[in-house]
């Protein structure tokens, strides 16, 4: 089955700085990567996602990246805020399939 | 668009007694269903996959009879957690599945943080 790995587990950053989060995917047959921000007590959101078939792709001051052929993808946050301190989680699966979930990246933005 | 509600937020109750969470999709229909269940300080752990008009499929090391799934509407899907213990006390969390233009994106609900006596 598919296994997802994560790095950093904790992040802290400057706020106005940029963070970066890395996964890693072990089956070739998933091409559909979610990242969710959780925050306490909450359930996870869905920020951005990618599939396969694009390489990039950007949502204001969030991006992620696919390297297919590496097997791993990335999620970019520029110009962090307080209001981005959560713990995030990427995510592979194939076309609906389940979700296999990375260990999270808890960040911490300080002012 | 995408809203996915649970009901409770919190319940708190003895043990041996089973409690009841509903999952719903607000706004699209949702023909499959997850629940999973978090520990503190951890990844999210998928417990089924629950699609509409069927029965649930479990992951492995997950006790059906004691984790009950209905998935009786395309907007609604419960979990019960019968005969509860201390150790069933976490976070559990339910998504639904959207077809959208053809996505299979995952919309999750808020949780019900789960505590037994």
């Known amino acids: 089955g598919e296994n997802v790995e994560q790095h950093p587990s904790t992040l802290s950053v400057q706020e106005g700085d940029s963070a970066v989060i890395k996964c890693t995917y072990s089956?070739?047959?998933?091409?559909?990567f979610p990242w969710y921000k959780q925050e306490l007590g909450k359930g996870p959101q869905l920020i951005i996602d990618i599939r396969s078939n694009v390489g990039e792709k950007k949502d204001q001051r969030i991006a992620v990246t696919l390297n297919k052929t590496a097997k791993h993808f990335s999620l970019h946050i520029t110009e962090t805020q307080p209001e981005d301190s959560a713990v995030y989680f990427c995510a592979a699966s194939p076309s609906w399939g389940k979700l296999q979930f990375g260990a999270g990246t808890q960040v911490v933005v300080t002012p | 668009g995408a809203v996915v509600s649970q009901h409770p937020s919190w319940v708190i109750c003895k043990s041996g007694t089973s409690v009841k969470i509903e999952c719903r999709s607000l706004d699209f229909q949702a023909t499959t269903m997850f629940w999973y269940r978090q520990f503190p300080k951890q990844s999210l752990m998928l417990m089924a996959t629950?699609?509409?008009?069927?029965?649930?499929?479990?992951e492995q090391g997950v006790e059906k009879d004691k984790f009950l799934i209905n998935h009786a509407s395309l907007t609604l899907s419960t979990l019960t957690v019968t005969s509860a213990h201390p150790e069933d006390s976490s976070f559990y969390i339910c998504s639904a599945r959207a077809r959208t233009s053809g996505t299979d994106t995952q919309y999750f609900g808020p949780g019900t943080r789960l505590t037994v006596l």
């Open positions: 089956d070739s047959a998933s091409n559909y």
């Open positions: 629950s699609n509409e008009g069927s029965k649930a499929t479990y």
